[in-house]
T-cell receptor
Framework: AQSVTQLGSHVSVSEGALVLLRCNYS??????LFWYVQYPNQGLQLLLK??????LVKGINGFEAEFKKSETSFHLTKPSAHMSDAAEYFC????????????FGAGTRLAVHP | NAGVMQNPRHLVRRRGQEARLRCSPM?????VYWYRQLPEEGLKFMVY????????ESGMPKERFSAEFPKEGPSILRIQQVVRGDSAAYFC????????????FGQGTRLTVV
């Protein structure tokens, strides 16, 4: 069975500091991995995705994530946080079974303070 | 190209009433997914539909919930005899028929049962 664990339901950083949001997955087949961002009362926007190409994936808004098979991780990072990055972030996994059924983590709420 | 359109954005129903949530996928997308987000939780998969077919309904509650995606018109998620526990945000996502491992999300319908 597939699952996603996001460590830390709340993360707080200073503006300009490194952002690190952790995601570990469990999958019995090669996974596809995604990070989505959700702003208050909005839908989900795709930040980046890993689909078995390069293990370091660059996304929008300066975010990137690295797929580490040995650690079953797909942590999201950004070198310098902006106030506008404050939102909820979801890691998700699907598998190469032919369709895009996503299994989501519980989410991490990122706060950015001046 | 308009994104995934969901309506209504907000829906209030009294206990025992029916709720109908609509989702129009992106142009050219024939796959639709419904997810539910309970307060302070991640999204949970409910159902996956293609035109006129339910492909995977493993996340649908056994009673009161149904979904359809007719040949013409939007996909409908129907909840009969709503209860307070149905209060949640319901998100629809769509994807193309082949190749892309990315689902595009609508802005959601926030259902409140009073």
């Amino acid at each position: 069975a597939q699952s996603v664990t996001q460590l830390g339901s709340h993360v707080s950083v200073s503006e300009g500091a490194l952002v690190l949001l952790r995601c570990n997955y469990s999958s019995s087949v090669p996974p596809y991995l995604f990070w989505y961002v959700q702003y208050p009362n909005q839908g989900l926007q795709l930040l980046l995705k890993y689909t078995s190409a390069a293990t370091l994936v660059k996304g929008i808004n300066g975010f990137e994530a690295e797929f580490k098979k040995s650690e079953t991780s797909f942590h999201l990072t950004k070198p310098s946080a902006h106030m506008s990055d404050a939102a909820e972030y979801f890691c998700a996994v699907s598998f190469s079974g032919g369709y895009n059924k996503l299994i989501f983590g519980a989410g991490t709420r990122l706060a950015v303070h001046p | 190209n308009a994104g995934v359109m969901q309506n209504p954005r907000h829906l209030v129903r009294r206990r025992g009433q029916e709720a109908r949530l609509r989702c129009s996928p992106m142009k050219g997308h024939s796959h639709v997914y419904w997810y539910r987000q309970l307060p302070e939780e991640g999204l949970k998969f409910m159902v996956y539909l293609q035109k006129e077919n339910i492909i995977d309904e493993s996340g649908m509650p056994k009673e009161r919930f149904s979904a359809e995606f007719p040949k013409e018109g939007p996909s409908i998620l129907r909840i009969q005899q709503v209860v307070r526990g149905d209060s949640a945000a319901y998100f629809c996502a769509s994807s193309p028929p082949t190749g892309e491992y990315e689902a595009f999300f609508g802005q959601g319908t926030r259902l409140t049962v009073v």
